[in-house]
């Protein structure tokens, strides 16, 4: 039989308070999920049992319980590190936008190409893509405009097939 461990609760909130905030926090998934356990743990379950019925494992129950301890409600609050640094600053992503802003189509090789001589820096294409989405830019394949075709090439065509 396993040995738990009773590591004490620090009460920062009083039961109806926490309750309150579970009410609050329906839309927040991952800190809903957190005050439940919290919640669980002032009902007197264990770490382990409260762990189950938030749906993680003890080493993430323990790890809420430390953070809750520590800070309290802020605590709880995801910390998200923000990942690798992009290579181009803001300043140079700005110009970006604005040198693509400047021609209608760009295909993602075009876009990578021009990243590589303006900046000298290697992006792939769907790093490229990335970045477009952040700027809330698209690409678009430019497509070839035969320069024979008549101006009113499109009543032409409606006057052959149906005329």
């Known amino acids: 039989m396993s ?3 009773r590591i004490e609760v620090k009460r920062h909130l009083q039961a109806s308070e926490l309750r309150r905030l579970i009410r609050e926090e329906q839309k927040r998934g991952k800190i809903i999920q957190r005050l439940i356990f919290i919640n669980d743990l002032y009902d007197e379950k264990s ?3 409260a762990a189950k019925h938030a749906g ?3 080493t993430i129950a323990y790890e809420w319980l430390r953070r ?3 800070s309290g409600y802020e605590g709880l609050i995801p910390r998200y590190a923000g990942g690798k640094p992009s290579k181009l600053s803001t300043d140079q992503k700005s110009e970006l936008k604005s040198l693509l802003e400047a021609k ?3 295909s993602l090789r075009e876009i990578e190409d021009l990243i590589r001589e303006r900046f000298q820096v290697q992006y792939s294409e769907r790093q490229v893509r990335r970045m477009l989405k952040g700027m809330k830019m698209k690409h678009a394949k430019p497509y070839q405009v035969d320069y024979r ?3 009113d090439a499109r009543e032409k065509l ?3 097939r149906f005329g």
């Open 3 to 5: 040995r738990v461990s």
């Open 47 to 49: 770490v382990p049992e």
């Open 56 to 58: 993680v494992v003890k």
């Open 68 to 70: 809750w301890n520590e």
């Open 104 to 106: 209608d189509l760009w």
């Open 149 to 151: 075709k008549p101006n």
């Open 158 to 160: 409606k006057k052959t």
